[in-house]
């Protein structure tokens, strides 16, 4: 190695190969030191809450009780999707104007994401996993598909929950008070038709099995 006042390197950089390769030893052994944990920053976004944030709840939904801790502005759809695995319930616009979100609240329909998980403490939540018996459709459900009230299938899961709300005050609608019914529940394919069918099934189904959910 030539030495450092005929180093090519040090004519170059006025550094000598051994004054860098000191310099890049001492950084190592100080990254080394410091570590990862101790200089990574917490990605935007990511923050978690303290706990003096959130705050402690009892949500019933589906006949179950379920004590959470939850933020102040957390949706009762985020909620239900994000925390408690209820994914039938559905995300659309997220500012009550699709009703693919609709669930019971006290047996009335509405949307999840407009209600706030602390406001929905001391009422009674059902979703669409509660319509089932285990494995098996509920009536609803079950007109749904004998009536091929569907396409894509995006917003039925809003559309079934809004008739058995209606089906819950109203067990012998008439076809108009079925299209009032699912009048705040959108379905971008246009199925409206068999969706009010599906209605009128469903009451049926509803009367033959004794008015069972």
Not at 35 to 42: D, N, R, V
Not at 49 to 66: C, Q
Not at 89 to 99: Q, V
């Amino acid at each position: 190695m030539p030495e450092d006042s005929e180093d090519p390197f040090r004519k170059r950089t006025g550094v000598t190969r051994r004054g860098f390769m000191a310099t890049i030893g001492t950084g190592a052994v100080a990254a080394a030191t410091v570590g990862p944990s101790a200089t990574a920053e917490a990605a935007p976004g990511a923050e978690i809450p303290d706990a003096a944030e959130l705050l402690r709840v009892t949500l019933t939904i589906n006949g179950r009780s379920h004590r959470l801790l939850v933020e102040p502005r957390w949706s009762l759809l985020y909620v239900l999707r994000e925390r408690l695995g209820l994914t039938a319930t559905k995300l659309g616009c997220d500012r009550g104007e699709c009703g693919v979100c609709t669930v019971l609240v006290d047996d009335k329909p509405g949307y999840s994401c407009m209600m706030l998980a602390v406001e929905s403490e001391g009422k009674t939540i059902v979703t669409l996993e509660g319509l089932m018996r285990g494995e098996e459709l509920g009536p609803v459900q079950r007109a749904f598909v004998e009536e091929d009230a569907f396409q894509c299938g995006y917003c039925t899961p809003g559309q079934v929950m809004a008739v058995e709300g209606l089906l819950r005050a109203n067990p012998n609608p008439t076809m108009d008070e079925i299209r009032t019914g699912v009048s705040g529940n959108l379905c971008r394919c246009g199925a409206y038709a068999h969706i009010f069918k599906a209605g009128q099934r469903a009451a049926e189904l509803k009367k033959q099995e004794g008015g069972r959910a």
